[in-house]
Nanobody, 126 residues
Framework: QVQLVESGGGLVQAGGSLRLSCAAS????????MGWFRQAPGKEREFVAG????????YFADSVKGRFSISKDNEKNTVALRMNSLKPEDSAVYYC???????????????????WGQGTQVTVSS
């Protein structure tokens, strides 16, 4: 079992920045990939960014490339999503996810992750 807790969401003006954090506990050594997804009202959950626990390889959705960054702290078992130049369309509930099955690359589909946090709301005002 892996438990994930997100924090850092909030309200920010367009152009501003936020840093989300995901704290992982439990069998964290069994996680291979950590991902961030988001879901806006009336829309499907979508992949935002991911990072491999081993090696640190990252992958980003086209919509956030150049604006968002993802990092990890293996000792603290945390993953952070730094969001810059935020736009109103970035408003959503952001979820942290963990995949505990082996993979060689960051995966981008929701069903490929087996543990999820409760989510944290990000609202970007125009």
């Amino acid at each position: 079992q892996v438990q994930l807790v997100e924090s850092g969401g909030g309200l920010v003006q367009a152009g501003g920045s936020l840093r989300l954090s995901c704290a992982a506990s439990g069998r964290t050594f069994s996680s291979y990939v950590m991902g961030w997804f988001r879901q806006a009202p009336g829309k499907e959950r979508e992949f935002v960014a991911g990072i491999m626990w081993s090696g640190g390889r990252t992958y980003f959705a086209d919509s956030v490339k150049g604006r968002f960054s993802i990092s990890k702290d293996n000792e603290k078992n945390t993953v952070a999503l730094r969001m810059n130049s935020l736009k109103p369309e970035d408003s959503a509930v952001y979820y942290c996810a963990a995949r505990t099955l082996w993979t060689a690359a960051v995966l981008t589909r929701e069903h490929e992750y087996d543990y999820w946090g409760q989510g944290t709301q990000v609202t970007v005002s125009s």
